[in-house]
DNA sequence: GCGTAAACGAGACGGTACGTCGTGTCTTGAT
DNA sequence: ATCAAGACACGACGTACCGTCTCGTTTACGC
């Protein structure tokens, strides 16, 4: 099927040695003092390894993003329970996420490079879930009837997220009624 | 009552010179790739001049932001109307910047410099009206009755400041019915 | 005899198309920016290929002189006249080579070559026809009688051959009174 | 009368260092094996600040050559006594530098160098006293008598720097005798 | 014919050095 | 004292070659 005639083939050890390289770089300095030299000397692979198979560090570090190295966790949405309670322990989550030490940098560090990277900002969206998975929770609520039918997800979605990167960017951590507070505005309850 | 001893005093025109080369820079090619040498080469200046009253990059942009010279305008919150209408006015005049060329590239970079420099973060929030004049433009709109008195008024800002900051970072442009959409959702209707 | 035990056995095709892509490059680009990774390009060739062959780009070099693909003709010393016209007709052919577009840059890099490479040195030593047809042409002469019997062959050939290439290292072209001056110098006429 | 209106001089240090850390590594080396980040980090210095001042590996040694850095010794040709004893005194001095561990290795270095800098060339050629001080000792002779007034001086020196040159390439040591005999050949005695 | 083993093209790999750019600090002489 | 000019040590950039090393494919013998 492939029209490889021969030779050699990507080493996964390289790969895999990069892309760990470059997320523990990331956590520890943060996108903006991340250098390809820094992960080249990490990984213990040559400079061109890397150019030979990502263009720019925002290639690389999307890419640790698409393989889920630089999220902590999933941060998925729970989904048995009241949509507000789930709404209101997902962001939770993020914010305990994000009051960890180093938590707010690493966000603002993933801010920094979608600012940088068109396919980090697009990743990013889908890790905290909008895209997917937070639609898809609100969408289960309006068959439970827990959610007017003509309520626009995609502009719910937006205004938490929103909020959430905002928080990091301004610095001021949320508080337990802050975020009740948001999740009530956005429901209009 | 000054303990200024002697020598010339901090150049106004220099100062000026400097803060215009850095706008001018930043439109043209973003936070990221504004370099001091740069600024000092546009303004013609020492370099030494710029370190000797701005600390780092960040702090520049800040005064820059601080002055005005680089949001194209106040966009600032329409006050006579509805509060809905208003507030989609205000959204659509952000939007419309962000539409222009080069708009949504120096949000971004000016989300890029937030990430690295928290006074940047605080006054661009504050630019952007969120923690003056939008809150102020809410509380107008409780006493006049078009706004729940208890309406958390923080919260509204930052869902609909975060959705823009979103749709920048993730380069979707909104549509007037999205922006109508979003405001209802943080105002409840 | 041999222990070989099947298996295609070296490429013809592969040498020559190696030597002539290094004998292209050599003339183009002189021994300095020659590059075992050019060679292989040009001669559509696999750098293993070269090394499995040559243990260096000074090897490789060597055996081009070897096969007389460096030097642009044989500059065979005359043999037919009087011993000092044939030398000056000699020499002269070398500086019309040297006097040629690229003609002393090419001789350079073969001394630089040599420089790096005792091989190159000794084939360019030859090539030049010093170590042989020098002193088979001056050992001629004795017999002729045109040379004194106990003349010292060697070192006036490498007298005559040195002046050569010291005019190549200063680039210093010859013209054809100090070609003349240079012979009779080392006949002692 | 200089028009430097201030600013920062150039680091006399630095310089010293460089060319220091050049001939060092020169000596060690060689030509070829020389690098640029190798002099910067052997003079404690940063690679700009070469570049600034020398263009290429080749401007440097030829500055080093200049201030008689890589020589030895000054290798002056004796001047008090017979022409003949006095060239074949300097030729022996030469020989013995040459015949000293890593002196024919510097010798074929400073050719290497040559063929790739037109002013190695030239001071190289200086620097033997090819130019000017053989040209001189050999003047003398004449006004002394010991040489015909017509002895065609310049290619006199050529022939002996350029057997010199010879025998550093082939790496073939000169005796005693043969230098002799080069001198004889050469002075027609 | 049928393994088998060497040579081949392609090219990925860990390295070293390249020459350039930007940083933040510094020194100099003029204003 | 502040300024324009710019040299400096430092660190990272992205590129070019090095010489070694797999990969499949292509021969050409010996069985």
């Given at each position: ?26 956590a ?5 003092h ?52 789930d ?7 993020i914010?305990?996420?994000?009051a ?15 600012t ?27 068959d ?25 960017l ?20």
């Amino acid at each position: 099927m492939s029209d490889h005639r021969g030779g050699p083939v990507r080493s996964e050890a390289a790969r895999v040695a990069i892309l760990e390289a470059t997320a523990r770089l990331f956590a520890e300095r943060g996108y903006d003092h991340l250098t390809m030299e820094g992960v080249a000397a990490e990984a213990g692979v040559a400079k061109q390894t890397i150019y030979r198979w990502w263009p720019s560090k925002g290639a690389l570090v999307s890419d640790c993003l698409l393989e889920g190295r630089l999220m902590p966790e999933r941060l998925s949405i729970p989904t048995g329970g009241v949509l507000r309670d789930d709404l209101v322990q997902w962001l939770s989550d993020i914010h305990r996420v994000m009051a960890a030490p180093g938590g707010d940098a690493l966000v603002r560090s993933l801010i920094a490079a979608a600012t940088e990277n068109v396919e980090i900002g697009r990743r990013l969206h889908e890790s905290l879930g909008a895209a997917s998975s937070l639609t898809e929770r609100l969408q289960t609520a309006i068959d439970a009837g827990q959610l007017r039918a003509d309520a626009p997800l995609d502009e719910i979605g937006e205004a938490l997220i929103g909020a959430v990167l905002l928080r990091a960017l301004s610095r001021s951590p949320a508080d337990a009624d802050g975020i009740e507070r948001l999740v009530d505005v956005v429901l209009g309850s």
